[in-house]
């Protein structure tokens, strides 16, 4: 059984800096992805690495996100720094075996229960 499960999210006031985990089981040779939705709007990619260490970015996180995993713990990673208030969201990690987009979510099977950021101006 795939599980996946976030830790890492709190409140940060906008510039301030939070580091996302997602530790994963019973799986290997996936990719993974953080995928986040604020209210009322679409579950949107953040960013995703896949197993050759390949990331991938949406626009709107390029320089202030980084994706990583360490495959020794099977732990997906996303350091966030220099937050904005429209970064407020639920963040979910996401695996599977992914041939295309690596940011969209169609395609993944497995998903967390999501961690909660918020940030304030």
């Known amino acids: 059984v795939v599980q996946l499960a976030e830790s890492g999210g709190g409140s940060v006031q906008a510039g301030g800096s939070l580091r996302l985990s997602c530790a994963a089981s019973g799986y290997n040779d996936y990719s993974m992805a953080w995928f986040r939705q604020a209210p009322g709007k679409e579950r949107e990619g953040v960013a995703a690495?896949?197993?050759?260490?390949?990331?991938e970015y949406a626009d709107s996180v390029k320089g202030r996100f980084t994706v990583s995993k360490d495959n020794a713990k099977n732990t997906l990673y996303l350091q966030m720094s220099s937050l904005k208030p429209e970064d407020t969201a639920m963040y979910y990690c996401?695996?599977?075996?992914?041939?295309?987009?690596?940011?969209?979510?169609?395609?993944?099977?497995?998903w967390g229960q999501g961690t909660q950021v918020t940030v304030s101006s």
């Open positions: 996401a695996a599977d075996w992914i041939a295309g987009n690596l940011i969209s979510p169609r395609g993944y099977r497995y």
């Open positions: 690495i896949n197993t050759y260490g390949y990331t």
